[in-house]
């Protein structure tokens, strides 16, 4: 089956995450090229190592917690080299446990700031004339499904992914346009280090967790799938969504 990624360009925020791996790993191996944008620049080298494709990725160092709009400076410098994007994921996310007795001003800021500023800042930078292809393309936010869901201790999280299932809306019918595709993947628990820090102090750890998942606790390649289909040509007329990708979480 023919996803028509093959020499197309992608912009990977927070690559070096448990599920950007998992995406840049399948978009390599579809043949497409890769910006590769993160913290740390060693996890960054060593995932552009492991990746098995044509074209060699492209890398780049930020701090979003500290500047948000740093995002477009990376990706517009990469964009004059090597020509256009047809799109991207923002992968980056933060989300410990508070509850309301718990919270502040401070770390509500520092919260939204990762998961819905910045995620905001990349889709304009993706939208931009001199950066997004003529040809359009797909933006894809990696929401949660604590979204769609209360929990306790997860107030902030929550509305900061509610937020982006929300903006994404707007975008796809703003970036329509241009033939740009804006949605959102919500994923339920699956493996990565920010879900062993939930079952830490979830009641009833990690086996009440799973009991919540009829399929289980997933992993990053089950989401990493709904991501590059998203990008792919197979959803050229999916925009404005939010992919629910939960193991039956929700349900």
Avoid at 50 to 71: H, I, N, R
Avoid at 74 to 96: K, L, N
Avoid at 105 to 119: T, W
Avoid at 154 to 173: D, G, P
């Amino acid at each position: 089956m023919n996803l028509g990624l093959a020499g197309k360009r992608f912009v990977i925020a927070g690559a070096a995450s448990a599920l950007g791996k998992a995406t840049s790993t399948l978009l390599a191996r579809e043949g497409a090229g890769l910006l590769l944008l993160g913290r740390n620049r060693d996890k960054l080298e060593a995932l552009a190592a492991d990746l098995d494709g044509p074209v060699e990725p492209t890398l780049g160092t930020l701090d979003l917690q500290s500047d948000p709009d740093a995002l477009a400076r990376p990706i517009r410098e990469d964009a004059v080299v090597a020509g256009p994007f047809s799109g991207g994921v923002y992968c980056p996310g933060t989300g410990p446990m508070a509850p309301l007795r718990m919270l502040n001003s401070d770390a509500i800021e520092k919260l939204m700031r990762i998961n819905f500023v910045a995620a905001q800042m990349f889709a304009k930078a993706l939208a931009a004339k001199k950066i997004r292809h003529p040809d359009g393309g797909s933006i894809v936010l990696v929401a949660s499904a604590a979204g769609s869901r209360g929990n306790k201790g997860l107030s902030t999280y929550s509305a900061s992914k509610a937020a982006l299932i929300s903006s994404a809306r707007s975008f796809a019918l703003e970036l329509a346009e241009w033939r740009i595709r804006v949605n959102c993947v919500s994923p339920g628990y699956f493996e990565s280090p920010l879900a062993e820090s939930s079952f830490s102090w979830h009641p009833g750890g990690r086996e009440a967790l799973e009991k919540q998942h009829p399929l289980g606790v997933g992993t990053p390649d089950d989401v990493a799938g709904a991501v590059v289909f998203l990008l792919s040509d197979l959803a050229r007329w999916i925009t404005g969504t939010n992919l629910i990708v939960d193991g039956g979480y929700l349900a």
